[in-house]
Nanobody
Framework: QVQLVESGGGLVQAGGSLRLSCAAS????????MAWFRQAPGKERELITA????????YYADSVKGRFTISRDNAKNTVYLQMNSLKPEDTAVYYC????????????????????WGQGTQVTVSS
């Protein structure tokens, strides 16, 4: 059974940091581009960052650029999201996903609902 399991969410004060992890099991995701999405209450789900399956190509939405960093450790089948300088507007449920097929080489900003998804982890930033 293929699973993506997020961890590391929680409550943090504005200006603080959190590191989310996404542990994959059931198959290797080394050939999958990986992404983090988030969904705030009453808002649509937003693709915030993605990392290519090969090389160092990444994408960041303007809302998180310069504050968030995505990385991956293929040996551990894990993707990370380092979040710094957090703001109250970053409050949301954060989802890890492999939304594109294997060996995807298209634009990382292209959002899709397909592929594999985690169950989400709550991040709450207090002011």
């Amino acid at each position: 059974q293929v699973q993506l399991v997020e961890s590391g969410g929680g409550l943090v004060q504005a200006g603080g940091s959190l590191r989310l992890s996404c542990a994959a099991s059931g198959r290797s995701f080394s050939t999958y581009a990986m992404a983090w999405f988030r969904q705030a209450p009453g808002k649509e789900r937003e693709l915030i960052t993605a990392i290519a399956w090969r090389g160092s190509n990444t994408y960041y939405a303007d809302s998180v650029k310069g504050r968030f960093t995505i990385s991956r450790d293929n040996a551990k089948n894990t993707v990370y999201l380092q979040m710094n300088s957090l703001k109250p507007e970053d409050t949301a449920v954060y989802y890890c996903a492999a939304p594109w097929g294997p060996y995807y080489s298209g634009a990382l900003y292209y959002s899709t609902d397909g592929g594999y998804w985690g169950q989400g982890t709550q991040v709450t930033v207090s002011s």
